[in-house]
């Protein structure tokens, strides 16, 4: 191992770590053994990661780019989590067969959906390369000291990727302070084989989401198929399912509190180093502008897919993503204010700058830099967050950002045919998908309120021509909110994006004059435009500023702390976390057990409700209360419980593992207590909450009738 990690893994966060704190890298886990064995852990450190045999981090895979799934069968069958697998499910569903709805099992392999699109990723390995990436990083200007950096980056992966054998990322850590070369091998034939429905996996909805207690069935189940070899194939009907390194047994011995728990997955970011100032912007700049944004279009959605089911079906998959970020940052805020963050992240700043002044001048007029570089950017602030969640919130306006490459290429008569038919196709393809989960109504609706929203809530200074010179010319008025439904209605008439045979003949013969007669094409052009010229040269200033600075901050909090150890914060790369089994208390007077059972979920029951209706023969099955060895001690089926365990988005789906490496649940949310967790990890209250594998098992087999999935793992 090289010195310069060893130095790095010496270290310890001064926020004060804790055991059940941090999202460790799988192959320096050796460092924190002593206490993970101190906590019940019976596994040895080359069990959880080894490059050269099989370990717990060949069963773990990232599922579709943005969750983790874990292997639980020699034959490549996986388990994730329902909402990760919402989007496929909802792909392969049509009305008069409605996965999402009604649910799925597939009782032979034969009878698995493919899901297009879906792919499932295996880490084959890592490799320190930060002494490298150090090296390269040379050069008189920093142009080129970006092209010997990026030089060096792409011969690493190059080499790491064997021909296309894998693929190779070379990844920052701790701000760029270390980078690890990951190599990974991709799977791209995956098929649906079981599902709850929808009542069951999403159970409680936006009400229950981040809350706890919890009582939802949030799993769902996909094979890995591969070639004759055991390869990542296209899809096809001669692939065989694939053979793992490692799968996980099943455990259904339960969990009590204070057993050992440990997770492993690919949470997706934090941000724990964060600065008061950055605490500061998103309590009271970004984070409420997100959720602004987001509590209308849901608001619109929502009218729509509870009057119709094929529009429900259509949009479900949307409204999902943006509905769970959406209650995120009204928590995220709602903690940090409560948990006094600011105030806190304050202290430690003023804590750094005396010691600083005192031992390394190094770091001197660091936070006065950093002080300097967030008043210059407030005023624009909002730019890049209206940009993408306004203006692109709007299906139509997004797809119509996209011809932006095309107009260029039009516009300039040195451009080849070559160049323009490849841009044509690309718009294809974007209209292709685009289109595959818009409903016009709705999108109209969006539409007008999005234009709206952002002309009330961005200075005119800042706004794009388009109001003045088009909008407000053409459909102007004292009621804002008749001058952009006017506006909207004419632009939805009158866009040839929306017409198959109008975009086919415009894609047959491409010109600048129906662009420029487009009104959707030119709303889009006019919001690009301003953005691109004018606002995101100083966001992508502001992001290398701060980026800089933040490299250089936890670097001095390094020496600063030395003799600790440090975690760097989760960026969509394999970590574990670990931790135990326990209840919480929230406010005074009330206490939180570590486990729900069936009969809360059943209490919770509102008959034909969106979000708490049950199937009926879910109910008939409940009132047999026949729940064999899946029920504890006590007689009672378990639902979900909770653990003490560091996860962030990215880690739904990911295994919950017992001190044997054996499955005890899926990790599938966290509490509304501790959502200032990405950026400020709060022991009292922080909590993941886990679909105990019981109540899974017991879903499948008496359930879904699925005694043959259940016949395929290894049960303890």
Not at 550 to 566: S, V
Request: net charge neutral.
């Amino acid at each position: 191992m090289k010195k310069i990690l060893l130095s790095f893994i010496a270290t310890m966060t001064f926020f004060g770590l804790k055991a059940d704190e941090g999202m460790w890298i799988p192959m320096l886990i050796g460092k924190n053994y002593e206490e993970m064995q101190r906590l019940g852990l019976k596994l040895t450190a080359d069990d959880l990661y080894n490059a050269n045999h099989s370990s717990l981090k060949d069963a773990i895979v990232q599922f579709g780019g943005g969750c983790t799934a874990e292997m639980i069968s020699a034959s490549g069958l996986l388990i994730t989590n329902h909402h990760c697998g919402y989007g496929s499910i909802a792909d392969v569903s049509t009305v008069e067969h409605n996965y999402l709805e009604n649910g799925f099992w597939a009782k032979r392999m034969d009878e698995e959906i493919p899901a297009p699109g879906l792919t499932v990723k295996f880490l084959v390995r890592m490799e320190d390369v930060t002494n490298d990436m150090n090296k390269a990083n040379v050069g008189t200007t920093e142009d080129k000291k970006k092209k010997s950096f990026d030089k060096m980056k792409d011969a690493l992966e190059k080499k790491a990727a064997e021909n296309g054998k894998y693929t190779a990322v070379v990844t920052p850590y701790f701000n760029g302070n270390q980078y690890i070369l990951l190599v990974y091998q991709i799977y791209t034939d995956v098929r649906l084989v079981g599902t709850p429905p929808k009542a069951l996996g999403k159970y409680g909805g936006d009400t229950d989401n981040w809350m706890w207690p919890r009582h939802t069935a949030d799993f769902s189940m996909f094979r890995v198929y591969a070639d004759a070899n055991n390869n990542p194939a296209a899809f096809s009907k001669t692939n065989v399912p694939y053979k793992p390194k490692k799968f996980l047994p099943v455990s259904i011995g339960g969990v009590k509190e204070a057993d050992y728990t440990m997770i492993m997955g690919y949470p997706g970011r934090t941000n724990r180093y964060e600065t008061s100032y950055g605490v500061d912007l998103s309590i009271n700049e970004l984070n409420p502008s997100i959720v602004k944004i987001r509590d209308m279009r849901l608001t619109i959605m929502r009218g729509y897919m509870r009057k119709d089911a094929g529009v429900n079906l259509k949009l479900a998959s949307t409204y999902a993503k943006i509905a769970n970020y959406w209650k995120y940052f009204i928590g995220q805020t709602e903690q940090l204010k409560r948990l006094n963050v600011i105030d806190e992240k304050q202290q430690q700043e003023t804590n750094f700058t005396d010691w600083a002044k005192a031992n390394n001048s190094d770091y001197n007029g660091l936070m006065s830099r950093f002080s300097k570089l967030y008043v210059d950017y407030k005023p624009y602030a909002k730019q890049s967050i209206y940009f993408t969640e306004c203006f692109k919130g709007s299906a139509l306006a997004a797809l119509a950002s996209k011809t932006d490459t095309l107009y260029q290429l039009l516009s300039d008569k040195k451009s080849t045919p070559i160049a323009i038919s490849n841009a044509v196709q690309a718009l294809k393809k974007a209209r292709k998908e685009t289109m595959k989960e818009f409903v016009a109504a709705p999108e109209q609706e969006i539409f007008a309120r999005t234009a709206e929203m952002y002309y009330k809530d961005i200075p005119q200074s800042q706004q794009p021509d388009i109001f003045q010179k088009f909008i407000f010319k053409q459909f102007g008025s004292n009621d804002w909110t008749k001058t952009f439904n006017d506006f909207a209605n004419y632009t939805f008439l009158n866009t040839f994006l929306l017409d198959d045979v109008k975009f086919e003949n415009f894609c047959s013969n491409p010109s600048l004059d129906k662009m420029n007669a487009d009104p959707a094409i030119q709303y889009a052009l006019s919001f690009t435009k301003n953005y691109n010229d004018n606002y995101k040269p100083i966001v992508d200033a502001f992001n290398k500023n701060k980026g800089e600075l933040a490299k250089t901050y936890i670097k001095g909090l390094m020496e600063m702390n030395k003799g600790k150890m440090f975690y760097p914060d989760a960026n969509s790369t394999m970590r574990i976390s670990y931790g135990t089994v326990g209840g919480y208390r929230p406010q005074d007077a009330v206490n939180y057990d570590y486990y729900t059972t069936i009969d809360g979920l059943l209490a919770k029951y509102k008959p034909n409700d969106y979000e708490f209706g049950l199937p009926d023969d879910f109910l008939t099955l409940c009132k047999n209360k026949d729940y064999g060895r899946y029920a504890n001690e006590k007689g009672e089926l378990v639902t979900c419980f909770l653990t003490n365990n560091d996860i962030t988005g990215g880690n739904s789906g990911s295994p919950v593992i017992n001190a044997n490496g054996s499955l005890l649940g899926l990790a599938f949310d966290g509490n509304w207590e501790a959502m200032s967790g990405d950026i400020a990890f709060d022991k009292k209250y922080k909590k993941t909450i886990v679909v105990d594998i019981r109540f899974v098992m017991w879903l499948i087999d008496k359930y879904g009738g699925a005694q043959n999935l259940i016949n395929e793992m290894v049960v303890q």
